[in-house]
């Protein structure tokens, strides 16, 4: 019998047309293969590297390679799959100085929709993971999410010296459940709020999204204020966006607002990840925003039912909670965000230079 062909490289070679089911290439084109190791007694370790720790039911991936290298390799005595992630991003804000992966705005055509919900649920879910996240609320109107979080206190301003010697002071973000997280209402003073539009709303945020010390992120989640394009225009701008989820209820007035968000979006340069439907269940009814994803060719990104457990705790500051086992909200949480970190996923490989508009 000719000698055994059970080797580290062909392991790796019979598996690299294997798709990947969630984003459907093959793992070498999302170079996910690492490293395989053949033992003495003919054992199988396969190391996979997924683009996101908030990859859903990775057994499928598990599953496949074991069957693809048991009938490849009759003689390998055992094949085991280990994961670790590493996410992939654009790193997209290098230009002002930002070492974040992925930018995600969080927006609604409508307001009361749960957008600061699903903002913040998004970052403790992606956070919880694995990944490393940071959560900003972008509405000057008022600072919800650190209420959501239980955060208080008043981020400090700590100077710090550049590579050229240069002393700039730097916004240093509060943390809550491991998430790092800042929110424009801490500068702007309430009664200001409402007369904050446009250059101003443009200099203030350029200024915030500068000198804020992120540190390096995954992911950062911006709670984007409803309806106007203004700071989506300032952001794109500024950043190349890995995208924008938007936010509805499943009522059709909902809907359409959320058809005009998705052409604000499209007309600033933000890639549409997809719809999240809030609030789904008996009240507004089910299924509308997924229905309407479809008709709009936008892909459709999971319905949060409404749960009087999502208001509690979003107005006790325990958000995070949702997450605990048992929850009644954390399956579908969990799903949302898996559903947009595979969706930023795709976006990268399907955009691989992100457009950023010219500074005007
Ligand atoms: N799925 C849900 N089930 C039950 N209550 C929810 C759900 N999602 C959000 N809520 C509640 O609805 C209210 C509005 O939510 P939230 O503040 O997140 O909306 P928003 O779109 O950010 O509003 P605004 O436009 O004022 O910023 C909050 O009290 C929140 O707890
Ligand atoms: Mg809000």
Known sequence: MAESSLNNTAVLDCLKELADPEIGRTLSELDMLKQAKVG??????????????AYPKRERISDSIKSAVSDRFPEASGVTVEFSH?????DTGGTIGLNIKNIVAVGSGKGGVGKSTIAASLALGLQKSGARVGLM??????????HMLGASGQPAMVEKKTETGETITRIEPLEADGVKLISMGF????????VWRGPMLHKALTQFMKDTDWGELDY??????????????????????????????????????????????????????????NMSGEIFGRGGAKEKAQELDVPFLGE????????????????????DEGNPARDSLNNMCEQVAIQIARQLLETPSLPTLEIL
């Open 40 to 53: 003495d007694d003919s054992s199988v370790t396969v190391e996979v590297e997924l683009p996101t720790p």
């Open 86 to 90: 590493k996410v992939r991003g654009k």
């Open 137 to 146: 609320d972008a509405d000057v109107y008022g600072p919800s999410i650190p």
């Open 187 to 194: 500068f702007v003073p309430p009664e200001q709020a409402v």
């Open 220 to 277: 950062l989640v911006i709670d984007l204020p409803p309806g106007t394009g203004d700071v989506s225009l300032t952001l794109s701008q500024l950043v190349g966006l890995a995208g924008a989820v938007i936010v509805c209820t499943p009522q059709e007035v909902a809907l359409l607002d959320a058809v005009k968000a998705i052409s604000m979006f499209r007309q600033v340069n933000i890639p549409v990840l997809g719809i999240v439907e």
């Open 304 to 323: 949060v039912p409404i749960e009087a457990e999502i208001r509690k705790k979003g107005d006790s500051g325990a958000v995070s909670q949702l997450f």
